[in-house]
Structures are given as structure tokens and as C-alpha cells.
């Protein structure tokens, strides 16, 4: 019985860290096209002027 109760509390961990993962992936995709938009239009924008960094790095 004891065997049965490990291996569904490994399951439900490694469940719960594979999602997470998951969700940590597709939280880092939208950021990067959030990123990829401002970058683009920032650069569009400033043509011909003085380059203003919209980031502080």
C-alpha cells in the first residue's frame, strides 16, 4: 500500500512541475512577443530623431 501512495504523490509532483514548466514556457513566449512589438515599433518610431531607449539595459 505503501509503494501505491508513492508513486501517486511522484506522479502528482512531477504532474504539477510539468505543467508549471508548461506554463512558465508560454508565460516567456508572451513576454519575448511583448518585447518583439515595442522593440519594432519603438524603432520605427525613432527614425530621424534622437534614439530613446524605451528599456533601461
Not at 16 to 35: Q, R
Not at 40 to 45: G, T, W
Request: net charge positive; proline share 0%.
Amino acid at each position: 500500500m505503501m509503494i501505491i501512495l508513492v508513486v501517486l504523490l511522484l506522479a502528482i509532483l512531477l504532474g504539477a512541475a510539468g505543467f508549471a514548466i508548461h506554463l512558465l514556457w508560454v508565460l516567456a513566449l508572451i513576454v519575448l512577443a511583448i518585447w518583439l512589438v515595442g522593440f519594432l515599433f519603438r524603432a520605427a518610431e525613432s527614425t530621424g530623431r534622437s534614439r530613446r531607449r524605451w528599456y533601461r539595459w
